[in-house]
T-cell receptor, first 109, second 112 residues
Framework: AQRVTQPEKLLSVFKGAPVELKCNYSYSGSPELFWYVQYSRQRLQLLLRHISRESIKGFTADLNKGETSFHLKKPFAQEEDSAMYYC???????????FGAGTRLAVHP | DAGVTQSPTHLIKTRGQQVTLRCSPKSGHDTVSWYQQALGQGPQFIFQ???????QRGNFPDRFSGHQFPNYSSELNVNALLLGDSALYLC???????????FGSGTRLTVV
């Protein structure tokens, strides 16, 4: 079954600390994975996509097919990073997204 | 560009009633997908429309139906509303060249 698991509902860190938001997936084919972010009172927006291998707002995510993981990392958290983060899997050619339950990141001063 | 716009923003309906939610995609986008987001959960795929046809469907009953118009806007209809249909309904659009979706702010549906 195709599934995305985000094991942590809440991740609380202090400003300047490293951050790792975990995401594991279950998919039989070649996965295409995304991270979406939702800041307070804003709409869901794309943060990054694994294929592009880019760094957005200091965040990176590496696809590990052996561990079926796509963890989101940032070396030094900022208060403005506080938001809800969703990992999503494109489950087929028509871009049907399967989302995880999300992790709330809270960065404290 | 206003991006993806959804209407109404909030809606309260009685169990058993029918509801229609509307979505205007971002300019230049031709594919529209609908998602249901229950409280504390990630969005769940309902269905996707392209060229006025339902192209893919998630695990939702036939009470959920939709439509896409020639101008790419879309409607989501839910019949015989249940209390469990209370959720945030998100519309997302993308263009043929895009790899990610642009989401609307959603319609908050409450069934009482």
């Amino acid at each position: 079954a195709q599934r995305v698991t985000q094991p942590e509902k809440l991740l609380s860190v202090f400003k300047g600390a490293p951050v790792e938001l975990k995401c594991n997936y279950s998919y039989s084919g070649s996965p295409e994975l995304f991270w979406y972010v939702q800041y307070s009172r804003q709409r869901l927006q794309l943060l990054l996509r694994h294929i592009s291998r880019e760094s957005i707002k200091g965040f990176t995510a590496d696809l590990n097919k052996g561990e079926t993981s796509f963890h989101l990392k940032k070396p030094f958290a900022q208060e403005e990073d506080s938001a809800m983060y969703y990992c999503a899997l494109n489950s087929g050619g028509y871009n049907k997204l399967i989302f995880g339950a999300g992790t709330r990141l809270a960065v404290h001063p | 560009d206003a991006g993806v716009t959804q209407s109404p923003t909030h809606l309260i309906k009685t169990r058993g009633q029918q509801v229609t939610l509307r979505c205007s995609p971002k300019s230049g986008h031709d594919t529209v997908s609908w998602y249901q987001q229950a409280l504390g959960q990630g969005p769940q795929f309902i269905f996707q429309y392209y060229e006025e046809e339902e192209r893919q469907r998630g695990n939702f009953p036939d009470r959920f139906s939709g439509h896409q118009f020639p101008n790419y806007s879309s409607e989501l209809n839910v019949n015989a509303l249940l209390l469990g249909d209370s959720a945030l309904y998100l519309c997302a659009s993308r263009g043929s060249w895009d790899y990610g979706y642009t989401f609307g702010s959603g319609t908050r549906l409450t069934v009482v």
